[in-house]
């Protein structure tokens, strides 16, 4: 049995990217560990319902999906949510800002810590582009290299896959504007880059109740979100979109990394 690391920028992204294979690995027998950079609290959503403040909110969230999933661990880093204004620098001292070396030497320490046999972090482009993400990147390869953890796994989505989708999406008046949908273009990898697609179906009704206990991002009014989105598709459809994720391995392949994810793809059709 391993240890497996998750590094994610904020809650709700550890079950949006990779929830299906946390739950997957954890259940095979796996120790599996979230690390989280930010408690969130510049998402969408300013204020919740009952007026609690967001970033505690959303680490309650993020400790009930992390259970759900069956993570034996999470650990926060608290470092500044960087928010996403396009057109708008991230405040200083935000997650983003920092410099890699050291933003990352917490996440050096958990990986020494755990003995980590592998870390998932996110591709270069940083997914969609959030500053927050692209920051998880660089300070994952950075911690990993010296850390000295063997395997790097990037958390992604096949981008025709998804600029399929997004082109379905802005048929719907109002619910993609064309600048976002054009933003895609360059989003998330090449579905040629991809090593490894792992089936997740298995794990679903564990993805689907994580992701119900993000339910502050499933309920902000901020326009449309992937979490209320994926949450009000009927279960054939959920299982179609939720029911694989992707990654990249750039460092060579591994025996442990088999274990996690399945094989890689090529092994099979996909
Ligand atoms: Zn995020």
Do not use: N
Not at 53 to 72: I, S
């Amino acid at each position: 049995m391993g240890t497996l690391v998750s590094f994610h920028a904020h809650p709700d992204d550890e079950t949006l990217l990779t929830g299906g294979t946390l739950a997957r690995a954890a259940a095979l027998g796996h120790r599996v560990v979230l690390a989280v950079a930010t408690d969130g609290e510049a998402g969408l959503a300013s204020r919740t319902a009952g007026g609690t403040d967001l970033g505690r909110t959303r680490v309650a969230e993020l400790e009930q999906a992390a259970a759900t999933l069956g993570c034996a661990r999470v650990v926060r880093f608290g470092r500044p949510d960087s928010g996403w204004s396009p057109g708008r620098a991230p405040v200083e001292g935000a997650f983003s800002r920092l410099p890699v070396e050291v933003a990352s030497s917490a996440l050096i320490e958990l990986l020494r810590d755990e003995q980590a046999d592998a870390l998932t972090i996110y591709d270069p482009a940083g997914g969609y582009g959030h500053p927050d993400h692209r920051q998880v990147h660089r300070v994952g390869r950075y911690a990993a290299s010296v850390a000295r953890t063997p395997c790097v796994l990037e958390a992604t989505l096949p981008r025709q896959l998804l600029l399929r989708l997004v082109r379905v999406a802005a048929r719907i008046p109002g619910l993609l504007d064309p600048v976002r949908a054009a933003s895609f273009e360059t989003a998330y990898t090449d579905r040629d880059d991809i090593t490894h697609t792992v089936d997740v179906r298995p794990f679903l009704t564990a993805k689907r109740s994580a992701l119900r206990a993000h339910c502050s991002q499933a309920s902000s009014d901020a326009g449309p979100r992937t979490l209320r989105l994926l949450l009000g598709l009927p279960a054939p459809a959920f299982r179609l979109v939720a029911g694989r994720e992707w990654f990249v391995e750039r460092t060579p392949a591994s025996p442990i990394t088999t274990q996690f994810l399945g094989p890689r793809d090529g092994v099979r059709s996909s």
